[in-house]
Nanobody, 122 residues
Framework: QVQLVESGGGLVQAGGSLRLSCAAS????????MGWFRQAPGKEREFVAA????????LYADSAQGRFTISRDNAKNTVYLQTNSLKPEDTAVYYC???????????????WGQGTQVTVSS
C-alpha cells in the first residue's frame, strides 16, 4: 500500500512557476514509476508527465514538454513537478500517481493522491 500526498499548488500569474511535490509513504518508493495528471473543471483527466523508479526515464505530454520537469528523490520518497511559464489553460487539480512503469494512461496506475489545485491567472 502506498499513500501519496501532494502539495505546492496555489494561485500564480501567467508566466509564473510552481513546484509541486508528492510525498509517498512506504519503503519501496523506488520500485514505483510515478506520474502526474491533471483535471480541469468539466474536462477529463489528462496525463502530464511520468518518471521511472530510478529516475532515468521520463515521459511528457506535448503540453508539458519544454515547460514542466518531473524529477524524484528516492531518499526522500518524493516526486516533483516543476512547472514554468504557466498559462491559464494549465489551471487544474494536479494529481500524482504510482504504478509499475511510466505510462500515459491513468488506469495503469495503482495509487493516487488527493490532488493539489493550481490556478493560473491571466
Amino acid at each position: 500500500q502506498v499513500q501519496l500526498v501532494e502539495s505546492g499548488g496555489g494561485l500564480v500569474q501567467a508566466g509564473g512557476s510552481l513546484r509541486l511535490s508528492c510525498a509517498a509513504s512506504g519503503r519501496t518508493f523506488s520500485r514505483y514509476a510515478m506520474g502526474w495528471f491533471r483535471q480541469a473543471p468539466g474536462k477529463e483527466r489528462e496525463f502530464v508527465a511520468a518518471i521511472s523508479g530510478s529516475g532515468g526515464y521520463r515521459l511528457y505530454a506535448d503540453s508539458a514538454q519544454g515547460r514542466f520537469t518531473i524529477s524524484r528523490d528516492n531518499a526522500k520518497n518524493t516526486v516533483y513537478l516543476q512547472t514554468n511559464s504557466l498559462k491559464p489553460e494549465d489551471t487544474a487539480v494536479y494529481y500524482c500517481a504510482a504504478g509499475g512503469i511510466p505510462r500515459t494512461r491513468g488506469d495503469q496506475y495503482d495509487y493516487w493522491g488527493q490532488g493539489t489545485q493550481v490556478t493560473v491567472s491571466s
